[in-house]
């Protein structure tokens, strides 16, 4: 069975992952290679009814292992009706945020059991791992100027220190899983930056 190419994004809100998503996929189109962008929550008819329920501010009452639960079942939906298949086809499959954005935000930022969730991950994901995760990296200062007057969601309105902890979690899981997770400086030019990535993606391609 042929098997496509897993790439995830991580990293916390304003980091710029919706610009190196999209030029990753100039890339691939450019060079005709087969892909599928998904995103977190969402990427299915429930998945994105899941996520309305999550990022609505109104809802600033939700207890945390509530928002991990709906997480995990917009997750599981996502791998199992989409991400597989496309990747027993021997697509490159493009997710914004996967599994280790509940380790960064429901563990580390909300205080969750790591262990749990782990657990929880495991079976969101049918054992499923990215082939390679970028962390794209920023500055609470850099967040705070990139984000500005915009409109915020439930999560992105959480106070400083909550973004303080999930930066130092992502930065704590790359160490602790440093094949697979790969940390960028968010603040440099998105040229450099999409080129960094464009070179990591081809040596996952040739392996």
Same mark, same amino acid.
């Given at each position: 069975?042929?098997k496509g190419?897993?790439?995830?994004f991580?990293?916390?809100?304003?980091?710029?992952?919706?610009?190196?998503?999209?030029?990753?996929?100039?890339r691939?189109?450019?060079?005709?290679?087969?892909?599928?962008?998904?995103?977190?929550p969402?990427?299915?008819?429930?998945?994105?009814?899941?996520?309305?329920?999550l990022?609505?501010?109104?809802?600033?009452r939700?207890?945390a292992i509530?928002?991990?639960?709906?997480?995990?079942?917009?997750?599981?939906?996502?791998?199992?009706?989409r991400?597989?298949p496309a990747?027993?086809?021997g697509?490159v499959?493009?997710c914004d945020?996967?599994y280790?954005?509940?380790?960064?935000?429901?563990?580390?930022?909300?205080g969750?059991?790591?262990?749990?969730i782990?657990?929880?991950?495991?079976?969101?994901? %049918?054992? @499923?791992?990215?082939?390679?995760?970028?962390? $794209? #990296?920023i500055t609470?200062?850099? *967040?705070h100027?990139? +984000?500005?007057? %915009?409109s @915020?969601?439930?999560?992105e309105?959480?106070? $400083? #220190?909550?973004?303080?902890?999930? *930066?130092?979690?992502f +930065?704590?899981?790359?160490?602790?899983e440093?094949?697979?997770l790969?940390? $960028?400086?968010g603040n440099?030019n998105?040229?450099?930056?999409s080129?960094q990535?464009w070179e990591?993606?081809?040596l996952i391609?040739?392996?």
């Open positions: 069975m042929k190419i897993f790439i995830t991580e990293g916390i809100d304003g980091s710029g992952k919706t610009t190196q998503i999209n030029a990753l996929i100039d691939l189109q450019a060079a005709g290679i087969s892909y599928l962008l998904l995103r977190e969402g990427g299915t008819e429930i998945g994105e009814k899941i996520r309305d329920i990022l609505d501010k109104n809802h600033h939700m207890c509530t928002e991990l639960l709906l997480y995990s079942a917009s997750r599981y939906q996502l791998t199992e009706s991400i597989i990747l027993e086809a697509a499959v493009i945020r996967f280790d954005s509940t380790t960064a935000y429901q563990g580390y930022g909300r969750i059991d790591l262990d749990f782990r657990q929880l991950n495991t079976v969101a994901t %049918k054992s @499923l791992a990215p082939d390679k995760t970028f962390i $794209l #990296d609470l200062d850099e *967040r100027r990139r +984000l500005g007057r %915009k @915020l969601d439930r999560l309105k959480e106070a $400083l #220190d909550f973004h303080q902890r999930v *930066r130092a979690g +930065l704590k899981m790359a160490k602790d440093s094949q697979r790969v940390v $960028l400086n440099q998105p040229d450099k930056l080129n990535i990591h993606f081809k391609k040739e392996t």
